[in-house]
Antibody, heavy 123, light 108 residues
């Protein structure tokens, strides 16, 4: 069974930093791209970042580019997101998700999600 | 960047109703469109990918159609467990994604 478990959320002041982790199990970690998606309180889903299976290709939403860093560690099947220069607008539940890529790379979707970890940025 | 819109933003319906949600992309995304369902306090779950392919385990009352810029998600006979928020998401740009703003289906 695929399992994704986020941790590391919490309360931080504007300008501060936080590191989120997503522990995974039940699948071959290195064979899948992984992503982070966030949801501000009472709002919709916002894609944040994606990393390919090898970890050498990363993508970011414009809203976090230059401030957040996605990474992965194959030795313990963990996905991470380093959040720097945090703003109030970054307050959200952060979900990690597995990316399924099929049909020769044409069909891509998030097929498994964690339960999320809450990040609150406030003074 | 591809922008996604959904309509309506919310709707009220009764058990047994046929419900249709529309999703539009700012430019053609072929059939690279996915649908997710999210219930309050829970993580989203994949319903459909490639516009019309049902994810394993999803009831057949859900169906999807469309290509290019216009897509629809239809629930043929709404069940109590279907009251939720539905999001479309484009995957045209490889590992760069955009979600629609969501459509909340609640009980009339």
């Amino acid at each position: 069974e695929v399992q994704l478990l986020e941790s590391g959320g919490g309360f931080v002041q504007p300008g501060g930093s936080l590191r989120l982790s997503c522990a995974t199990s039940g699948f071959t970690f290195g064979s899948y791209a992984m992503g982070w998606i966030r949801q501000a309180p009472g709002k919709g889903l916002e894609w944040v970042s994606t990393i390919n299976g090898k970890g050498d290709d990363t993508y970011y939403a414009d809203s976090v580019k230059g401030r957040f860093i996605i990474s992965r560690d194959g030795s313990d099947s963990t996905l991470s997101l380093q959040l720097n220069s945090l703003r109030a607008a970054d307050t959200a539940v952060y979900f990690c998700a597995r990316v399924s890529i099929t049909f020769g790379g044409l069909i891509i979707y998030f097929d498994s999600w964690g339960q999320g970890t809450l990040v609150t940025v406030s003074s | 960047d591809v922008r996604m819109t959904q309509s309506p933003s919310s709707l009220s319906a009764s058990v047994g109703d046929r419900v249709t949600i529309t999703c539009r992309a700012s430019r053609s995304i072929s059939s690279y469109l996915n649908w997710y369902q999210q219930k309050p306090g829970k993580a989203p779950q994949l319903l459909m990918y490639a516009a019309s392919t049902l994810q394993s385990g999803v009831p057949s009352r859900f169906s999807g159609s469309g290509s290019g810029t216009n897509f629809t998600l239809t629930i043929s006979s709404l069940q109590p467990e279907d009251f939720a928020t539905y999001y479309c998401q484009q995957s045209y740009s490889t590992l760069i994604f955009t979600f629609g703003p969501g459509t909340t289906v609640d009980i009339k």
